[in-house]
């Protein structure tokens, strides 16, 4: 029997379409919060946690409507919503007035991202679906390397209104290449109503609360580094995010190989683990040496564990539910990193930096704990080849 192919047409467009959509997300790590610099720090982390709020909201629904009519249109949809919004956070720096562009921009990005996964999930083998899903972390990472650097630097040399037009292209022309997108499920089909349990997959609930820790470490990192690195002399905050980015494009594919080898257990845990002491390093930084060793670190943690436990999703998700384990896992995400960023920013106004990323640390330290001491991790096992 001839085995099914991992590069098709299909896999590569999303994946470069994966790759413009998160480059545009991750230049704003560098942008937005010195774009509002002279707002109040609560309001910097509402602005700039109100990406994954929205994104609370439109998740589920998000995966309920990518399985029921299709992947490729939501691609469409969720990288031209991201365009305009973009374009759009160029009129002002009002905080307000950011506030529900932002919120568009967070929806865009959320059904572009669970449709793509959920592509991803239906065009690739199952018995590979590990390094598969490390390829597609990879081009995330990889648009680490450059974007924020490359639009701080827009910024400063230029200003912020051109920062934001270049930002709106690259996501209109991920729009632009989806509509290429032939693979996945494509067409409408009659499914369960509108209720909790076809809105949420209960068997993701393990791996999305595992990986909850660390994205609320991530929401502290995207809200505050930049103003700590200001703050303590570290220098340019966008090279923890090439270093972070350097490090983890070649690290994804070897984490989702070991995971598909010796199970998914064997790589997310010691991710929590590392991505933890990452958070606490920072803590304490006060030398440019220490935030990049950060940087290496929170890497290797979130590198590895996002992956395995995205597999692992995969793995315990019927075929037909895809598109809502997906959303459901994205939840995670937008959970950290928008009440994170939100809950971070009052405590940054009545604590310092360092208390802020030691309390960021903390949560996936207690959750691989917990993990460990509440079930036996799973031996490695051949992925389920349903779908």
């Excluded at 896999?11 to 480059?23: G, M, Q, R, S």
């Excluded at 704003?28 to 610099?37: A, I, R, S």
């Excluded at 209104?161 to 632009?176: H, I, K, M």
């Excluded at 703050?231 to 984490?255: E, I, K, Q, S, T």
Aim: net charge positive.
């Amino acid at each position: 029997m001839r085995r099914k192919p991992l590069w098709t047409v299909d896999f590569l467009i999303v994946l470069t379409c994966t790759h413009l959509v998160f480059a545009s997300f991750f230049s704003t790590f560098t942008t937005v919060p010195l774009y509002l610099e002279d707002a109040a720090k609560w309001q910097i982390g509402l602005v700039v946690g109100s990406m994954g709020l929205a994104g609370m909201l439109i998740r589920p629904l998000s995966g309920l409507w990518a399985d029921r009519y299709g992947r490729r249109l939501f691609m469409v949809m969720g990288a031209g919503t991201t365009s305009l919004s973009l374009a759009a956070q160029a009129l002002s720096d009002d905080p307000y007035l950011l506030l529900p562009l932002r919120m568009v921009n967070g929806m865009g990005m959320v059904l572009f991202v669970t449709a793509a996964f959920a592509t991803v999930a239906d065009i690739v083998p199952a018995d590979r679906r590990g390094i598969a899903f490390g390829y597609l972390a990879m081009v995330n990472g990889l648009s680490q390397i450059y974007a924020p650097w490359l639009a701080l630097t827009i910024a400063r040399t230029w200003g912020f209104t051109p920062y934001f037009l270049t930002a709106a292209v690259v996501a209109g022309l991920a729009s632009f290449l989806s509509v290429r997108v032939g693979g996945g499920r494509s067409g409408a089909r009659a499914t369960e109503g509108f209720t909790a349990a076809a809105l949420v997959s209960r068997s993701t609930l393990l791996p999305a609360s595992l990986f909850l820790t660390l994205a609320l470490a991530f929401g502290a990192v995207q809200a505050f580094l930049p103003l700590m690195a200001e703050d303590r002399g570290l220098g340019n905050p966008g090279l923890f995010f090439v270093l972070y980015g350097l490090v983890a494009v070649p690290l994804r594919p070897m984490a989702g190989a070991i995971a598909d080898r010796r199970g998914r257990a064997a790589v997310f845990v010691p991710g929590l683990v590392v991505g933890g002491l990452a958070m606490l390093l920072l803590a304490g930084a006060s030398m440019q040496g220490m935030m990049l060793g950060a940087a290496v670190l929170f890497a290797l943690g979130l590198g590895g564990a996002h992956t395995a436990l995205l597999t692992w999703t995969v793995d315990r998700a019927g075929s037909e539910r895809r598109g809502v384990a997906m959303s459901t896992f994205g939840l995670a995400w937008d959970t950290g990193s928008g009440v994170g960023a939100l809950t971070f920013g009052l405590m940054a106004g009545l604590a310092s930096y360092g208390v802020v990323f030691a309390m960021a640390g903390a949560f996936p330290l207690a959750a691989s704990m917990l993990f460990l001491a509440g079930s036996r991790v799973p031996r490695p096992r051949v992925p389920d080849t349903g779908g």
